[in-house]
């Protein structure tokens, strides 16, 4: 599995594509969404909780990546939270946002595996339960943290795979803001030109007329 630190950057993109679509000037309003970005952090996050309560009960990890890990899961917790909180005008839209969100940690252990690259070392998923088979991506993006005790948790590989996921996710993170901000600026540039348009000809005619005066007299 990936880290908190991959899943909440994951929840944060989910916000980004949301703010994108409602045109949300973050610059100007961030201060209010601050709620709707952590409960989305918290969706995408959210699947690993089967975890710790795995650890409490049973001392090992033996519960970690079963139900919480399915699609199952993401439409249940999706509607279960729009009918309390809806984020964007609509139920089945907000619905659509918290299961993007919870979604994307599916997607994320999905790549997750033992060593990077074409290895196929993905411990895999019950993506389609109640059906038993677990689906990994053979191709193995992100270098999966260790859980099997405590002491592997708090492990040096651990240490080393979370700065994996710090660096390239946060990079990932400002090319994408690099990206929109040059958008917006072209935009606006955009707009500025369409607002200077229809005045060019009312300048070019004035101009005309005062220099035929000039030559009358």
């Given at each position: 599995?990936?880290?908190?630190?991959?899943?909440?950057?994951?929840?944060?993109?989910?916000?980004?594509?949301?703010?994108?679509?409602?045109?949300?000037?973050?610059?100007?309003?961030?201060?209010?969404?601050?709620?709707?970005?952590?409960?989305?952090?918290?969706?995408?996050?959210?699947?690993?909780?089967?975890?710790?309560?795995?650890?409490?009960?049973?001392?090992?990890?033996s519960l970690h990546?079963?139900?919480?890990?399915?699609?199952?899961?993401?439409?249940?917790?999706?509607?279960?939270?729009?009918?309390?909180?809806?984020?964007?005008?609509?139920?089945?839209?907000?619905?659509?946002?918290?299961?993007?969100?919870?979604?994307?940690?599916?997607?994320?252990?999905?790549?997750?595996?033992?060593?990077?690259?074409?290895?196929?070392?993905?411990?895999?998923?019950?993506?389609?339960?109640?059906?038993?088979?677990?689906?990994?991506?053979?191709?193995?993006l992100i270098p999966?943290?260790?859980?099997?005790?405590?002491?592997?948790?708090?492990?040096?590989?651990?240490?080393?795979?979370?700065?994996?996921?710090?660096?390239?996710?946060?990079?990932?993170?400002?090319?994408?803001?690099?990206?929109?901000?040059?958008?917006?600026?072209?935009?606006?540039?955009?707009?500025?030109?369409?607002?200077?348009?229809?005045?060019?000809?009312?300048?070019?005619?004035?101009?005309?007329?005062?220099?035929?005066?000039?030559?009358?007299k």
């Amino acid at each position: 599995m990936a880290s908190p630190i991959a899943h909440s950057f994951a929840g944060f993109w989910t916000f980004l594509v949301f703010a994108k679509q409602l045109q949300i000037r973050l610059t100007a309003q961030w201060r209010q969404y601050l709620p709707r970005v952590g409960l989305l952090i918290l969706l995408a996050n959210l699947p690993d909780f089967d975890f710790p309560i795995s650890l409490a009960l049973l001392g090992n990890a033996s519960l970690h990546h079963e139900f919480t890990h399915s699609l199952a899961a993401a439409i249940l917790v999706a509607l279960a939270v729009s009918c309390v909180w809806r984020i964007a005008p609509g139920f089945w839209r907000s619905a659509m946002i918290y299961f993007t969100a919870y979604g994307s940690h599916l997607l994320i252990d999905l790549c997750s595996g033992r060593t990077l690259g074409w290895t196929n070392t993905g411990s895999g998923i019950p993506l389609l339960w109640p059906w038993p088979k677990k689906f990994s991506s053979p191709l193995i993006l992100i270098p999966g943290v260790r859980h099997e005790t405590l002491g592997a948790i708090f492990s040096m590989d651990n240490a080393w795979s979370s700065i994996y996921e710090l660096l390239s996710f946060g990079a990932i993170t400002v090319i994408v803001f690099v990206l929109w901000k040059r958008k917006l600026k072209s935009r606006t540039l955009g707009k500025r030109k369409l607002k200077s348009r229809p005045n060019a000809p009312t300048s070019e005619v004035s101009e005309h007329l005062l220099s035929e005066l000039q030559h009358q007299k």
